[in-house]
């Protein structure tokens, strides 16, 4: 009934007149906002598979994760921010220039207890012996094999026909 009272409280007749219905919401539960995490750390890896980046992150990154990415005010907005500073940025330097060069996996785990708890990065480079194709390459071997796939039942077209009239008439200026 809180809600209802407020709805009068602050809109007038007329406009509450028009709305079709009031839809309440609830604050976000823990698992929600792991599901939260979990999607955001999705997109990050998808960003990273043109270098053959995986992320693996530990449920207690995960909580960790929710627990700093949540305010009961904002809901989980500021869990974007969260992950740009404490995932995306350790990351970079190892995606330039560190051992996910070539890519790899990422692992994130915790360490510590209460409030010195923080996120632990373990990095595994991929085998260099498995060189990744890059997507020159991978797009030379489509080439190849769509080049092979067109030619087959071809038809030979006939030239269009040129204007009206021959060739030895001057045409009229």
């Known amino acids: 009934g ?3 009272e407020a709805v009068k409280r602050l809109f007038t007749p007329e406009f509450r007149n028009r709305l ?4 309440p919401f609830a604050a976000l539960t823990p698992e929600i906002v792991a599901r939260v995490v979990e999607k955001f750390v999705m997109q990050l890896e998808a960003q990273l598979a043109d270098r053959n980046v995986t992320i693996e992150l530990s449920s207690a990154a995960k909580e ?3 627990e700093r990415g949540y305010e ?17 940025k350790p990351l970079a330097e ?6 996910l060069e070539h890519g790899g996996i990422a692992r994130i785990t915790t360490t510590g207890e209460g409030e010195e708890k923080k996120l632990a990065f373990e ?5 260099p012996s498995k060189k990744a194709k890059s997507r ?13 796939e067109a ?23």
């Open 2 to 4: 809180e809600d209802e």
């Open 20 to 23: 079709d219905a009031v839809i």
């Open 64 to 66: 960790w994760l929710a």
């Open 72 to 88: 009961p005010l904002y809901g989980a907005r500021p869990l974007a921010r969260v992950i740009q500073e404490h995932i995306k």
């Open 94 to 99: 190892e995606l330039l220039f560190g051992k």
């Open 123 to 127: 990095y595994i480079p991929a085998d």
């Open 136 to 148: 020159e390459d991978e797009e030379e071997d489509e080439g190849e094999e769509f080049a092979g």
């Open 151 to 173: 030619l087959v039942g071809a038809i030979q077209k006939k030239a269009l026909p040129g204007p009206k009239g021959s060739a030895k008439e001057p045409r009229p200026s």
